[in-house]
């Protein structure tokens, strides 16, 4: 942070600025084209019209995926949170044969391809009749979940919790519950809360799954999106993906403000 | 000049709990014992230390204390109920850890209510009961600092306040000055005395740190290899070690081999290196070694005197200077005799010799200050040096 360092110009700084053009153009582009007059969606946008935007909130089926996205994804989130968290406290500061195999199997579902995951599941809720059920895109998507909140909530517990703590609390009279209450609930929120974020990111967007978990009248907002874009290229669909930016942009926004609460601490 | 917080305060309980610790073996995996068959009982109101070097199972007895790990073997009570199956919640037992544990998003006065809020006592009560216990540690003026905000010294006298404030059976303390540096250590001493004299309670106290281990307590228990080698007052452990180890662990000693030839009016007559007969004190204890028996001597540094020509002493040994060492305080004098190097300490100054080395000297002492050694093997004595024993 010299000041040394930020006078004159800047090499890194101008070599960055293309690239990150180059990253974030293609996403940011959505935003003209959601904002046309036409009934097209179409690049470039031909004048300037929330009309698009109207439509989409109108539309029934739109709506109503919007819902389901969202009711997937904080079902999704809320069990990853638990089955993560739990597994990281679970295996905090324990030592046992096969606990890399146990870590491994919880991070499973970050490297397995999504389609394989997808055509399994399918075939499982198949066999329960649950497919076309927003509760078995919510479950599978919690299998997505938990990866990344057990890494955030393991990374909290080892650079935040001191295992004297625990012993601590117990010797001075703390059951279970208190111990959880008082000694990893402050240690691992940042983490959990972190965890979620990304988490909701992960599952507001997956398509793979949601695709062949779909049912009539369960469709989830990327699906629809994908299906749209196929068939009738309204810009409806750039007027979701708009939400879909202003909930990463908010996400990450939420992401800076708790790591710079926990830097002040 | 408190007074009235004095008064509003609980009396303070004059003493701490019997605790017994009863035969008791730990082993963490089948057939290795890092705790053997070790006995103690620790006194109301008594400051006990378990000392030893690292990896003597003093760490482990405390834990077990605690509840923290299960003995293999043997039970603890607690006024004569045992307490082996209880989870450490349950048990009542005051601990402060190395480093202190002390809970980072709480306030001091949070940390010190934390095992009153545990034990369901109502908020008012529980406040004035914390804030009387953080006064009696000198704190009242911090209690609403949060442990970052608190130097070394505060946090421990917080940690210590914590673990007081529940009226606990005993205060166990885990090597709690460990990570401090020796000017904080030597004032924290003092003070855990001090408080634990004021708060009458009773103190199992672990350290490796045989000067910390003479200031505080009033017995010590010294451990080796997981068992208690000798147990005793500071004074008794110091001046009639049971064992070499014992002996060249508390401070420094010089070790001579000994053959046992009579015992003569309660002392041992013993013949020296050189065939140099000489008197020493019994070993302590039960065990009554047998003429003919290979042992070791054990005499202070500071017990060996220099003689000029027209001094005398009931031990007189001849030898020649071969190092002296200017300290200050005291000086220390090598001095090649009875067959092997003998350390010579010294408050006269200057010494009362030339200081050539290679100069002949005389040296004397008392019989008493000889201890007799018996049981471990004289080898062992040797391999296990001064350095290595005391780390």
Redesign the interface.
């Known amino acids: 942070m010299g000041r040394g360092e930020r006078s004159g110009p800047n090499m890194l700084f101008l070599a960055s600025v293309p690239i990150l053009v180059f990253l974030l153009l293609p996403s940011l582009i959505i935003i003209p084209m959601a904002l046309t007059r036409s009934q097209l969606i179409q690049f470039p946008p031909a004048g300037i019209s929330l009309h698009s935007f109207a439509d989409y909130l109108s539309d029934p089926q739109w709506v109503h995926s919007t819902v389901l996205s969202f009711q997937v994804s904080v079902f999704a989130v809320v069990l990853g949170c638990l089955a993560g968290s739990a597994a990281a406290i679970g295996l905090h500061g324990r030592r046992f044969r096969g606990k890399g195999m146990v870590t491994g199997a919880l991070l499973v579902p970050i490297i397995i391809p999504l389609v394989v995951l997808a055509l399994g599941e399918y075939l499982l809720f198949a066999h329960l009749h649950m497919v076309g059920s927003w509760v078995a895109i919510g479950l599978v998507h919690s299998v997505l979940v938990t990866p990344y909140v057990f890494i955030s909530v393991q990374t909290s517990l080892t650079a935040g919790l001191n295992p004297a703590l625990i012993r601590s609390a117990r010797s001075l009279g703390a059951h279970w519950p208190n111990v959880l209450r008082h000694v990893y609930w402050p240690a691992i929120r940042p983490g959990i809360l972190s965890g979620a974020v990304l988490g909701f990111a992960v599952s507001f967007d997956e398509v793979v799954v949601a695709f062949f978990l779909q049912g009539p009248g369960m469709v989830t907002l990327p699906v629809r999106m994908f299906t749209a874009i196929q068939f009738e290229l309204t810009p409806k669909i750039a007027a979701s993906a708009s939400l879909f930016i202003l909930l990463a942009t908010l996400s990450l926004i939420a992401q800076g403000l708790l790591a710079s609460r926990r830097g002040a601490r | 000049m408190d007074a009235s917080v004095e008064l509003n305060v609980p009396p303070p309980r004059t003493s701490g709990r019997r605790v017994e610790v009863h035969h008791v073996w730990k082993a963490y995996s089948p057939g290795t014992y890092v705790v053997r068959d070790v006995t103690f009982e620790l006194q109301p109101g008594e400051f006990l230390t378990l000392l030893g070097p690292s990896g003597s199972g003093k760490t482990s007895t405390l834990m077990m204390v ?3 790990e299960q003995p293999t073997e043997g039970t603890i009570r607690v006024n004569s109920k045992d307490v082996v199956d209880l ?9 402060v ?3 202190y ?5 709480m306030s001091a006065l949070e940390n010190v209510e ?2 009153l809020r ?2 369901r006592v109502p908020g008012a009560q529980r406040r004035r009961r914390a804030m009387g216990m953080l006064d009696r540690v000198g704190l009242a003026a911090f209690a609403a600092r949060r442990p970052r905000d608190l130097s070394g010294g505060q946090q421990q006298r917080v940690a210590l306040a ?2 007081l404030v ?1 009226e606990p059976d005993a205060l ?1 303390l885990d090597e709690p000055l460990g990570a401090l540096d020796r000017r904080l250590r030597e004032q924290l001493q003092t003070e855990i005395k001090e408080i634990q004299r004021r708060v009458g309670v009773s103190v199992l106290f672990v350290t490796h740190d045989q000067d910390e281990a003479m200031t505080m307590s009033d017995r010590i228990a010294v451990m080796r290899d997981g068992e208690i080698v000798q147990i005793g007052s500071p004074s008794e452990v110091y001046l009639h070690p049971g064992t070499a180890f014992v002996a060249s662990f508390l401070g420094e000693t010089n070790l001579l081999p000994v053959r046992l030839e009579s015992i003569d009016n309660g002392q041992a007559v013993v013949r020296f290196h050189g065939d140099v007969l000489g008197r020493a004190r019994l070993p302590h204890g039960a065990i009554r070694p047998a003429p003919g028996e290979i042992g070791l001597v054990s005499l202070r540094p500071e017990r060996i005197r220099f003689l000029d020509t027209t001094q005398s002493a009931e031990q007189v040994a001849d030898g020649m200077l071969t190092g002296h060492t200017f300290l200050g305080r005291h000086g220390r004098s090598v001095i090649q005799s009875l067959g092997q190097a003998l350390a010579v300490s010294t408050t006269d100054a200057p010494p009362p010799f030339d200081g050539t080395v290679g100069a002949s000297v005389r040296l004397g002492w008392n019989f008493d200050d000889a201890q007799l050694l018996v049981g471990g093997s004289v080898a062992e004595a040797y391999r296990k040096d001064r350095t290595s024993a005391r780390e």
């Open positions: 605690a509840g923290f989870p450490p919640e349950r048990r009542n037992f005051g601990v850890f190395q480093g544990a002390l809970f980072p998003h934390f095992s545990m034990r914590r673990a529940f166990l």
